[in-house]
């Protein structure tokens, strides 16, 4: 399919530029100074980024992406949970579908890698991508988002038993832990942008430079209070704009459920960390923030 090719290109590595097809979706293709502060920066387009605990690209969830290739005996790219690598194998799938005497065969596969690497992440990634992304890009974000729809309308497939649930952000860790986790959409709900943080580090007169783990970790040390109160509200937002992703099913029940998760445990936080009188709670969110 033309189309998954044509968005997997506007997204992947830089190439030869290629006019013709940001002008088909009428897209503004992204200067190469605005590919690296969002595709490096602040939303790597990658499955491992937002579904592992750990919150870093790599792992366990690239192994399974690669596995899918590895089981179709084509060639495994550098970067096989990619956005762009996952769809240009939809796009191949998609053509077998359409001219192969398998077809039945072919469209398992498509609805397999569809519900268990695309679905559970990109939709909420789109949702979260929009809000920064520059105007002109923003057609590219428009066609994936209804092409995932389409693709969830037409199958009766659905595992959402791919998205295992793990421990929340556990708030006795070091401080540096903690932002990290917080940073991890797969503990804490949160999608939160390197953006989002050099705003909030600015709004409190705080250094505004570095990754979001430093981002991060710096405002819950300088200003903790109005750092949980926003992300707490933004987990909120972030819980009700989920309502329009119920297309999703389970899956978009699974990460409500974890923005709510995420929004008690930050209110908890604002309150002074865990049950106990009002001074220990006090002497709590201290020993959180003077590390």
């Known amino acids: 399919m033309e189309l998954y090719r044509a968005l997997a290109y506007l997204i992947g590595p830089a190439a030869p530029s290629r006019p013709e097809l940001a002008a088909a979706l009428g897209v503004i293709p ?23 605990p750990s919150g870093e690209i790599g792992g366990e969830l690239r192994q399974r992406a690669a596995g899918f290739f590895q089981v179709l005996d084509l060639p495994i790219p550098p970067e096989p949970d990619h956005l762009a690598s996952l769809l240009d194998l939809l796009a191949w799938l998609a053509d077998g579908e359409a ?17 268990e690497h695309l679905l559970p992440w990109v939709p909420l990634y789109l949702s ?36 295992p649930v793990y421990p929340p952000v556990d708030w006795e860790a070091s401080l540096q832990a903690v932002a990290s986790q917080l940073l991890s959409p797969a503990r804490s709900g949160l999608w939160l942008t390197r953006q989002l943080l050099i ?24 200003a ?32 409500q459920g974890l923005a709510d ?26 020993r959180r923030t003077a590390e």
């Open 30 to 52: 992204l200067t190469a100074e605005q590919r690296t502060a969002l595709f490096d920066l602040d939303l790597p387009p990658y499955a491992s980024r937002y579904l592992s």
């Open 99 to 115: 001219v192969g005497r398998q077809r039945q065969t072919f469209r398992h596969l498509r609805e397999t890698l569809v519900w």
């Open 128 to 163: 979260t991508l929009v809000r920064v992304v520059p105007g002109g890009f923003r057609p590219w974000c428009a066609e994936l988002s209804d092409a995932m729809l389409g693709e969830a309308k037409m199958s009766v497939f659905c595992r959402a038993e791919v998205l």
């Open 199 to 222: 705003d909030l580090s600015r709004s409190e007169g705080l250094p505004a430079f570095g990754g979001r783990v430093s981002l991060l970790a710096g405002l819950l040390r300088a």
């Open 224 to 255: 903790p209070l109005p750092t949980l109160q926003a992300l707490s509200e933004l987990a909120g937002e972030w819980s009700a704009e989920l309502r329009h992703l119920s297309w999703l099913g389970p899956i978009a029940e699974h990460w």
């Open 261 to 286: 998760r995420g929004r008690a445990q930050l209110l908890r936080a604002v309150r002074g960390g865990p049950a106990g009188p009002p001074k220990e709670r006090r002497e709590w969110l201290r």
